[in-house]
């Protein structure tokens, strides 16, 4: 039987939307999950009422079992929701392979992106005061070559039946770098995609599925999340 389940998430989060884009795409019902939002600031969550310590996305099952991170979720509910809608896992031990290489290099990427953004936006001008331009240039640089090795492997699959990014059937893969490129364009004003045609084949694709509209962010946040530091002369 499935367990009561209740998933706190950030809406506008790009960890958080991995799972709520995950469940429109893969039809999961409404009533299926407790769906419980809840607000950030720089200091912190505000109002988490009951949501065990941790980031966001955090799932509990009904026994009080807890977990914690984005992927976890993922993968406990493709199992616990095999009988619904697509296999988003893949469905041959090469393509659950390929997929979960690919969700690495997007894990990687997104690590080396808040490097990028935690040296140049001025969301986080207050949290660093001393932001360092060589640092968020490199990480960038790293985030770039990153995405350039995920169009690769991408292509690697072309010709198979499990063709990947934006293939027959949405992949776990789709749903996190979706989430990942949107973000970082939307909030960050960071056009990742320029320059990997394969990327930006897949944004186009992506963005118009029923399911992946991109988040609302709250107020003041896209403002100075788009705006970039000036640095003090290094
Ligand atoms: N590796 C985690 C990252 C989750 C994460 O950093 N979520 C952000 C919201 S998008 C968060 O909860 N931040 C609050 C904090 O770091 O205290 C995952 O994949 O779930």
């Excluded at 998430?9 to 009533?31: A, H, N, Q, S």
């Excluded at 995609?193 to 509209?213: C, H």
């Amino acid at each position: 039987m499935t367990p009561a389940l209740t998933l706190w998430v950030l809406t506008w989060g790009p960890f958080p939307r991995r799972v709520l884009v995950y469940l429109k795409l893969k039809g999961i019902p409404e009533d299926a999950i407790d769906i419980v939002p809840v607000e950030m600031t720089m200091a912190g969550f505000v109002n988490a009422g009951e949501k065990p310590d941790g980031t966001v996305p955090i799932l509990c099952l009904g026994d009080g079992t807890v977990i914690h991170q984005s992927m976890g979720v993922l993968s406990y509910l493709e199992e616990v929701f095999a009988n619904i809608g697509p296999n988003m896992s893949g469905t041959t031990a090469i393509e659950r392979a390929r997929i979960r290489d690919m969700c690495s290099v997007i894990d990687e990427t997104m690590s080396t992106l808040f490097g990028f953004v935690w040296n140049t936006s001025k969301l986080f001008a207050e949290a660093n005061p001393k932001p360092d331009k060589a640092a968020g240039e490199r990480a960038l640089g790293t985030a770039h070559a990153c995405l350039e090795k995920l169009a690769g492997y991408a292509n690697e699959s072309k010709g198979t039946t499990g063709y990947l990014l934006r293939g027959k059937t949405p992949t776990l893969a789709d749903v996190t770098l979706l989430t990942l490129l949107q973000h970082f364009e939307l909030c960050f004003g960071e056009d990742l995609v320029v320059g990997i045609p394969r990327l930006q084949e897949f944004l186009e694709e992506m963005g118009r599925t029923k399911g992946a509209e991109a988040p609302v962010y709250p107020p003041g946040v896209v403002e100075l999340a788009s705006q970039r530091v000036t640095y003090d002369l290094q």
